[in-house]
T-cell receptor, first 112, second 116 residues
Framework: AQSVTQPDIHITVSEGASLELRCNYS??????LFWYVQSPGQGLQLLLK??????LVQGIKGFEAEFKRSQSSFNLRKPSVHWSDAAEYFC??????????FGAGTRLTVKP | GAGVSQSPRYKVAKRGQDVALRCDPI?????LFWYQQALGQGPEFLTY????????KSGLPSDRFFAERPEGSVSTLKIQRTQQEDSAVYLC??????????????FGSGTQLSVL
């Protein structure tokens, strides 16, 4: 069955440190891939998306993600985390029209 | 409006009560989605509208759930005879064109429903 997995429920990093949030999907073909961020009391905001082409995609707020077909992964990275990055991050995959699946989310805490 | 607006922000219902959740998408947006987000989970698809047409309702968990968008703008998600398992955050999202163009989704802040 198609699924998307975010292995880390909660991650804590120090401000200024690098960040990598993991996302794996299971599907025979390459789906469309997304990362969303959700701050408390806020709606989901799109950080970046991958449809085709260059496997390293740049997003807003200094985030980037790399699609690795061989690993069925789409990990989110940021070289230097800011305190304002503390939020819940969701990986999502769109297997076909109207079938977007979200991961369970990774909560990011940023230490001063 | 500037973004997707949902009301109420919080709703507490007694089991068995009917509730109605409202979504005001961004003006002019063609596509509208409803998602259900249980505690500690990612959003799960409920239903999709293109203008006033409900093109997919396969995610609605039971016939107690009903959604409409009669004039192709505001949408209402109605839950009849609420049960405790209906407690969740209900998210609405809209996009400018139809989903075939893989448009960016804009999400509202959600309605948190608690059924006691």
């Amino acid at each position: 069955a198609q699924s998307v997995t975010q292995p880390d429920i909660h991650i804590t990093v120090s401000e200024g440190a690098s960040l990598e949030l993991r996302c794996n999907y299971s599907y025979g073909a390459t789906p469309y891939l997304f990362w969303y961020v959700q701050s408390p009391g806020q709606g989901l905001q799109l950080l970046l998306k991958y449809f085709s082409g260059d496997t390293l995609v740049q997003g807003i707020k200094g985030f980037e993600a790399e699609f690795k077909r061989s690993q069925s992964s789409f990990n989110l990275r940021k070289p230097s985390v800011h305190w304002s990055d503390a939020a819940e991050y969701f990986c999502a995959v769109d297997y076909r029209i109207l079938d977007m699946r979200f991961g369970a989310g990774t909560r990011l805490t940023v230490k001063p | 409006g500037a973004g997707v607006s949902q009301s109420p922000r919080y709703k507490v219902a007694k089991r068995g009560q009917d509730v109605a959740l409202r979504c005001d998408p961004i003006s002019g947006h063609v596509s509208l989605f409803w998602y259900q987000q249980a505690l500690g989970q990612g959003p799960e698809f409920l239903t999709y509208f293109q203008n006033e047409a409900q093109l997919d309702k396969s995610g609605l968990p039971s016939d107690r759930f009903f959604a409409e968008r009669p004039e192709g703008s505001v949408s209402t998600l109605k839950i009849q005879r609420t049960q405790q398992e209906d407690s969740a955050v209900y998210l609405c999202a809209s996009s400018l064109r139809d989903w075939l163009t893989n448009e960016k989704l804009f999400f509202g802040s959600g309605t948190q429903l608690s059924v006691l």
